[in-house]
């Protein structure tokens, strides 16, 4: 008679990408391993805003691992390129075409891309997808099923503290509930309220702002917008992008570096911290208004602000977060939470998908092995703390390489203060995109991130 074993039970703060992948991953224990999952999401329902993302490399490999390859194929954009645009009249100075041929490296448009909101539909629905079953323990809770996962929105992690010799957590919710968990995981973000409690003396909650700020909207499309991306710099450190995911919208990004002329930088940098939404659009428009608003797009876009599309509008400023540990006892922070390496590096999601099946894959270790045998009358999530140890000795090189990019070159590239130097700049693209030398790149170079590949881990079900 097989031993019947209490669930592993999870709590998760944040219901985006890297929180319902790892449950997915944890879905994969062997039996008798099993978990019971609770994520907790501060907004009152699953937040399906924001804009276009991409999967590349190692972050494409998870995703199959997760067997979610066949719904993120269904709801990927169909992005053909970018075309770089002069910021007088918007004249097209290049244009570089996407790879869609699943080998060699990724161009700017990726083969995975995809918007966040449909790619936290299909983790959600993953997650939820329930099969019959007249087995239930006490709890209801089917004893061979690998996880049962269960959403609470409208709810944050309010407090935490380890009890009974740390073997157990216990959280306390907004919504005034308490209870006690195996193990509690905070993939709430870059602001992470969880990470922030972990460690209370604040020597390991680092966020590093690297220097650029945006903003992301959506507007009414008007005839030939580009059917892919648009990018254009203008001078003093701005730029704006536009994605085309769909005929009946046009999304926007706006870009700065800081330093314009003119421009009131703490005033912007007051409104994204502090402010209204109504503050932050005011915000920025004064970035661009008092001298670009006869230039391509602008007077369009900052008009555009006010439509009922743009209700979707948000603002951060990029930032990496460089913890020097991503655990403690049985708290961990996952994804951006951990380890945001800055959208600059095009690497977040996939990160947090890479760094959600390594979590799930070295619990599953830890604790079962790859036959999920249990040693004695052991409890095996006694292990949670190596596992933990694991999770971060595995995935720290990975995270590494994508956090060590030349930022200062790269917001310097992306934020030209000088229209000379934007001229200098378009004058290079065009030569490579007349030479295809950006299509030699990508047909004999790799998305690989260095050296490091995702582990295989027999030990769950994929």
């Known amino acids: 008679m097989s031993q019947v074993l209490p669930p592993l039970r999870v709590l998760i703060s944040g219901a985006g990408i890297a929180g319902p992948a790892l449950a997915l991953a944890l879905s ?3 039996a008798p391993l099993r978990c019971s999952i609770t994520i907790v999401e501060r907004h009152p329902s699953l937040r399906v805003a924001g804009q276009q993302i991409d999967l590349r490399g190692q972050g494409v490999v998870a995703m199959r691992k997760l ?5 993120v194929r269904a709801a990927v954009v169909d992005e053909p390129g970018v075309a770089i645009l002069d910021w007088r009249r918007g004249d097209q100075q290049a244009y570089f075409g996407s790879n869609k041929s699943g080998h060699g490296a990724q161009t700017f448009s990726a083969e995975w891309e995809i918007m966040r909101g449909d790619l936290c539909r299909v983790l959600y629905e993953a997650t939820t997808t329930t099969t019959t079953t007249t087995t239930k323990d006490d709890n209801g809770v089917d004893p061979e099923a690998g996880a049962v996962v269960r959403y609470r929105f409208g709810t944050t992690v309010e407090a935490f503290e380890h009890v009974r010799g740390g073997s157990a957590v216990r959280v306390s ?3 005034g509930t308490e209870d006690e968990y195996d193990l509690l995981v905070g993939a709430d973000g870059l602001g992470s309220g969880v990470r922030r409690q972990m460690f209370t003396d604040g020597r390991h909650d680092k966020v590093f702002p690297i220097g650029i700020s945006c903003a992301f909207y959506t507007v009414p499309p008007r005839e030939g917008d580009a059917p892919g991306a648009a990018f254009c710099h203008f001078p003093g450190r ?23 002329p003119g421009v009131d930088d703490e005033r912007l940098s007051r409104a994204l911290k502090h402010g209204t939404m109504a503050e932050q659009k005011e ?11 006869d230039a391509w797009g602008v007077r369009r876009f900052l008009e555009g602000m006010k439509s009922p599309q743009a209700d979707d509008f948000y603002t951060q400023e990029f930032a990496q977060v460089r913890a020097d540990s991503w655990s403690e006892g049985r708290v961990v922070v996952l994804g951006d939470a951990a380890f945001c390496p800055s959208p600059v ?3 977040g999601t996939s990160a947090a998908l890479v760094g959600a099946y390594v ?25 949670i703390p190596i596992a933990l140890t694991a999770y971060e000795t595995t995935l720290r090189p990975f995270v590494q390489y994508i956090q060590d990019i030349p930022i200062r070159f790269m917001v310097r590239a992306l934020c030209p203060e000088r229209a000379w130097v ?3 700049y378009h004058w290079v693209m065009w030569f490579i995109s007349m030479l295809r030398i950006d299509q030699l790149a990508a047909k004999f170079g790799s998305d690989d991130m260095g050296p490091w590949k995702l582990p295989d881990y027999p030990e769950l079900l994929l």
Not at 364 to 383: F, I, S, T, V
Request: hydrophobic share 35%.
């Open 283 to 293: 915000a920025w428009t004064s970035v661009f208004e008092h001298d670009m608003l």
């Open 345 to 347: 590096t095009g690497q």
């Open 238 to 260: 701005r730029w704006i992008m536009t994605r085309r995911d769909k005929p009946d919208c046009l999304r926007v990004y706006l870009g700065y570096g800081g330093g314009a």
């Open 67 to 71: 067997g979610i390859e066949r719904a």
């Open 359 to 383: 979590l799930a894959g070295e619990i599953a270790r830890a604790c079962g092995g790859k036959d999920g045998a249990l040693h004695g009358d052991a409890n095996p999530w006694d292990n």
């Open 28 to 30: 994969r224990l062997r």
């Open 422 to 424: 934007i001229k200098t």
């Open 173 to 175: 919710l907004s919504d």
